[in-house]
């Protein structure tokens, strides 16, 4: 007997759908009691400002009202994140005053890289927190805490539970400052991409000594675009023939690509050789070159000019950074907020993006659209 056609097709789906393993849909969302988070500037929360000093004012006025240890007029993707699961914001694991680690640490400082650097913060601005200290940071927190823990009393209210190591999310930003490290060093492209290996098997590295501590979930970000950003571009000029069609500097985000690609490669051989891992890769990348070459489509007018800042072309001065203080006319005046909205603008000081900008970047993320696996933040404890 000859089944009719459409029978035919509606029996295979049905094989098809019986035979699949179920959509990630059926699966239950991830509860992570805490988040451990490791970077540079784009996840500070008050790391660089425990050491070096606080951030200064007009920093965090949007949002908190005074300066939070962030290099942003608010929140960044990372308060987001910790929101997004209703968890308090991450306390900076080197903020030694009024901390509370039960939901997580902040490893992040601000000028971070993954590599050590052999330059001082004073020189060039990169922190020492680099990103094999922010996992020793880890190391001795996961062990102290517990044995903090077993005294009892406030301890059990500021410090994680054993169990919670294996549960939790471990998020990633980091790898810009390694990129720009070389060039304010007067190193060519060609030099600076000779050293991306070398930052991809350290970052490799890191990731399997946080598997190795029982870290499971990583919700990893890629770099952004660098050559977008004011600092870069008004202190590392190039011809008018490599600046792209929305006005970045094209050398520096095709290493950026280059290392974000790389990323992808590492994070692929882990997958293979961390059998428990569930890794999500994110391309904050593009969602970053979207907002600065399209900011209508994501309500914004200014792309590229600081809202904090002072002078040149972008409202970026090297020397009257953006909280800086300046001798004008005799007196002294405080490089403040000088655009009249900081939610029309995608930067606020010619490094860092604003509170605005990290929003549209959470919202765009959040969903798994940038997900190279498709994962949705709530389902990152999954293999997608
Ligand atoms: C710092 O110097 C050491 C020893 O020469 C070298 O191995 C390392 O790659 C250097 N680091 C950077 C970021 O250049
Ligand atoms: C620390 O935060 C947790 C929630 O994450 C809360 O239950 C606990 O009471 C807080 N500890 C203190 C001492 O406030
Ligand atoms: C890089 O080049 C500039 C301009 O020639 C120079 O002023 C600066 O000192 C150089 N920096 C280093 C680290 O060599």
Redesign the pocket.
């Known amino acids: 007997m000859e089944l009719p056609l459409s029978l035919t097709i509606l029996l295979l789906c049905s094989t098809i759908v019986i035979g699949s393993p179920p959509p990630a849909s059926a699966l239950a969302p991830c509860d992570f009691p805490a988040i451990f988070n490791f970077g540079d500037s784009n996840s500070d929360t008050g790391g660089l400002s425990a050491v070096y000093g606080q951030a200064p004012p007009p920093s965090g006025e949007t949002f908190f009202g005074h300066p939070a240890g962030r290099y942003s007029d608010g929140r960044l993707v990372i308060d987001f994140i910790a929101a997004s699961f209703g968890l308090p914001f991450l306390s900076a694991y080197l903020d030694a005053v009024g901390s509370n680690f039960t939901h997580g640490a902040n490893f992040a400082t601000a000028g971070s890289t993954i ?4 330059t001082t913060f004073w020189q060039y601005g990169y922190s020492p927190i680099s990103l094999d200290v922010q996992f020793n940071e880890f190391y001795h927190f996961r062990r102290r805490s517990q044995v903090a823990r077993d005294r009892g009393g406030v301890y059990r209210q500021l410090l994680p539970e054993e169990e919670v190591f294996s549960k939790a999310l471990y998020t990633f930003d980091i790898g810009q400052n390694d990129l720009t ?1 070389g060039y304010f060093l007067n190193m060519s492209t060609s030099q600076v991409r000779a050293y991306i290996p ?1 930052l991809l098997r350290q970052f490799s590295d890191t990731v399997k000594e946080v598997y190795n501590e029982g870290g499971r979930y990583f919700w990893i970000h890629n770099t952004g675009p660098v050559g977008c950003l004011p600092y870069v571009m008004d202190r590392l000029p190039v011809m008018q023939s490599q600046i792209d069609r929305a006005g970045c500097s094209s050398p520096y985000n095709e290493v950026a690509r280059d290392f974000n690609s790389g990323v992808g490669k590492v994070l692929e051989q882990l997958r293979k050789h961390l059998p428990l891992a569930a890794i999500t890769y994110v391309d904050v990348y593009s969602l970053k070159y979207a907002l600065i070459s399209e900011p209508k489509k994501y309500g914004f007018t200014q792309p590229f000019r600081a809202c904090c800042g002072h002078g040149g072309k972008y409202n970026y001065n090297k020397n009257h950074g953006c909280g800086s203080k300046a001798f004008k006319d005799g007196k002294e005046v405080l490089i403040g907020k000088s655009c009249e909205d900081p939610l029309a603008h995608v930067n606020w000081d010619g490094i860092h993006f604003t509170e605005a900008a990290n929003k549209q970047i959470f919202d765009h993320i959040v969903g798994g659209s940038f997900s190279d696996n498709k994962n949705p933040l709530r389902m990152a404890c999954h293999k997608a």
């Open positions: 590599r050590p650097q052999n490290a070398d």
